[in-house]
């Protein structure tokens, strides 16, 4: 993650309008500001050691950050401060899970096709998109149903006949 420590006029301007607009910060009270999709961070009047700490918290491959730590956090930095952090951490446990999608889909997508011959199922939002991405590329095989529906219904009948082995964890 880049760190940018900076005061609230040298932020770039897509950041001044997420920091006044989205977090309702007035100027004087800027902290931080993380810009999840630039992997950037950027701070004022924070001790590098906090800066560190929050970092640590972002990249927390925890499905849920520590309640204690956050509570103490929105404690001494207030809401924005907290709720850039868990937004970050949210960001990045998305991106992560829509990689692992994208690699079991490279997996299962050949299985799948073969197999395909219609015959109930856990549902995955990342997994499902991913699959349904790779699937829709003008070789549609059954027009009743959708896209989505098709390809879940037989990864689940794939997954309960035991011709599939889910091993990582999307949910």
């Not at 992560?96 to 015959?119: C, F, Q």
Request: proline share 4%; glycine share 4%; aromatic share 12%.
């Amino acid at each position: 993650m880049i760190l940018k420590k900076c005061t609230f006029d040298e932020l770039p301007d897509a950041m001044q309008m997420h920091i006044l607009y989205i977090r309702k910060i007035p100027v004087g009270q800027y902290r931080l500001a993380i810009w999840s999709e630039k992997d950037t961070l950027y701070y004022n009047d924070l001790k590098e050691s906090e800066v560190k700490r929050f970092i640590t918290l972002i990249k927390s491959e925890k499905r849920f950050l520590n309640n204690r730590t956050m509570d103490s956090i929105y404690n001494k930095y207030g809401f924005a401060v907290y709720m850039e952090i868990r937004d970050a951490h949210d960001f990045l446990l998305k991106k992560e899970r829509e990689r692992i999608a994208e690699s079991t889909v490279a997996e299962y997508m050949p299985i799948i096709e073969k197999a395909m011959d219609r015959p109930s199922i856990p549902l995955s939002e990342p997994l499902l998109k991913a699959m349904s991405h790779a699937a829709d590329k003008g070789k549609y095989k059954f027009k009743e149903w959708s896209t989505d529906q098709t390809y879940i219904y037989f990864m689940g009948y794939l997954l309960g006949k035991g011709i599939l082995k889910f091993e990582k964890t999307l949910l």
